[in-house]
Nanobody
């Protein structure tokens, strides 16, 4: 089972950009499709993006509207989420996870969750 640690969150202003990172260890990272989810206070965990093992295919949550970009570096065992034009409604804890159900957007199809990184967007 892969171990995941997210980083890169923080307090930012609306309109800023941010790149979240997820470091993987303890498994063969390149054998795993990966994904990002987020969870705002009082809300369910929400699918953000997923990327295939090679990085050649991606899909996103319905709310993304081109502001999020998922990428990976298999040589460095790293997963990234670039967020542009941040909005206050993007405030949430962001999690990376292994995607075990390609094409699925349910958190139940993922495993090996990291501890999350907090993103807070002020207006």
């Amino acid at each position: 089972q892969v171990h995941l640690i997210e980083s890169g969150g923080g307090l930012v202003q609306a309109g800023d950009s941010l790149r979240l990172s997820c470091a993987a260890s303890g498994g063969t990272f390149s054998d795993r499709a990966m994904g990002w989810f987020r969870q705002a206070p009082g809300k369910e965990r929400e699918f953000v993006a997923a990327i295939s093992r090679s990085g050649g295919n991606r899909y996103y949550g319905d709310f993304v509207q081109g502001r999020f970009f998922i990428s990976r570096d298999n040589a460095q065992n790293m997963l990234y989420l670039q967020i542009y034009t941040l909005k206050p409604e993007d405030t949430a804890v962001y999690y990376c996870a292994e995607n075990r159900g390609w094409g699925n957007k349910d958190a139940d199809s993922c495993a090996s969750w990291g501890q999350g990184t907090q993103v807070t967007v002020s207006s």
